[in-house]
């Protein structure tokens, strides 16, 4: 069997969609799975031995371009894909399975869809409470699947590879070859402030883990850069050295690498966090107005801490710097304190 997915364009949610991936190997071991999605996303798609291949998705997000739509299904025909799924909600992620005739084409309803989608599921987001479910479920037959409690159990979270020669490289290659073990900090949060724990929680954590014989490595993009050296200004001058600020620094593919190299990670409700659960490494990941009722970290050695309950729509909090009253009161020895005992366990 042929099938092709339509991947979605965020970091967090392709990471959760491989939970999909592994579900329809597991149900039918021949299959070949092909995945649509923007170039950037190849590097995690190359480490999800569940994909055939990664598609280039050329247009942008938001950008309708009909007949460019139409020409990428038609050049799609002589591949003889059986079914589609198409994760995102919108209408234009429907058009290339459709332009493509693939003779199955499954999806949520989302924006109005009938007819692009003739496998057409309606969802109860009540039933299905989580993203990966929700995605999970979408390779199961309709009437199989009602509420989360149908999906088989346990379901077959997000994992990806990196080689121990990969990990020795990627450390060389930005001089992270120092003796001290390495913790990953990933300071930023893709929509402002009000989802980042404040720079100087971060910069006392840091201080207190490079006391103690560790190093610290700040991932993110270039616009998490700014925050890395807040951290960064915050330390004593003297531990500088023990903490890197790699935020924008790495390509998406060195991140990954750099995160399989870390003894644990401590991070926002981010993209990064969902890679570092992915390499099951121990994460402390910080919720604040986000929700983890939605998208938490899909590993057992992750720990969510949390102060507020239900979801905020912010962008910006009200408190200085735009952080959020809820992040702030996360302290950094209550992070601490439950890291050590991930540390631990992790050098047995």
Known sequence: MKILVIGPSWVGDMMMSQSLYRTLKAEYPSAEIDVMAPAWCRPLLARMPEVNQALAMPLGHGALELSERRRLGHNLRTNGYE???????????????FFANVPQRTGWRGEMRYGLL??????????????????VALAYDKQRIQRASDLPQPLLWPQLQVSNEEIAE????????????????CP??????????????YATLAQRLIDQGYQITLLGSAKD??????????????????????????QLEQ????????????????????????LNKPLIALYGPSSPDFTPPLSDQAKVIRLISGYHKVRKGGAGQGYH??????????????LTPLLAASEE
């Open 325 to 338: 009253q809820s992040l702030i009161d996360i302290q950094p020895q209550q992070v601490l304190d439950a």
């Open 118 to 135: 003739n496998d057409l599921r309606v969802l109860d987001k009540a039933a299905l409470p989580l993203m990966v479910q929700r995605y």
């Open 170 to 185: 990627t450390t060389s290659a930005f001089n992270l070859t120092d003796h001290r073990p390495m913790i990953g900090f």
């Open 225 to 250: 850069h700014a925050a890395g050296e807040q951290i960064r200004a915050a330390l004593a001058e003297n531990a500088r050295d023990f903490c890197r600020n790699l935020a924008g620094e790495t």
């Open 255 to 278: 991140a990954v690498i750099l995160l399989a190299s870390c003894q644990a990670v401590v991070t926002n409700d981010s993209g990064l966090m969902h890679v570092a659960a992915a």
């Open 188 to 201: 930023g949060a893709e929509f402002g402030p009000a989802k980042r724990w404040p720079h100087y929680h």
């Open 83 to 97: 079914r589609a799924y198409v994760l995102p909600n919108s209408f234009k992620s429907a058009l290339v399975p």
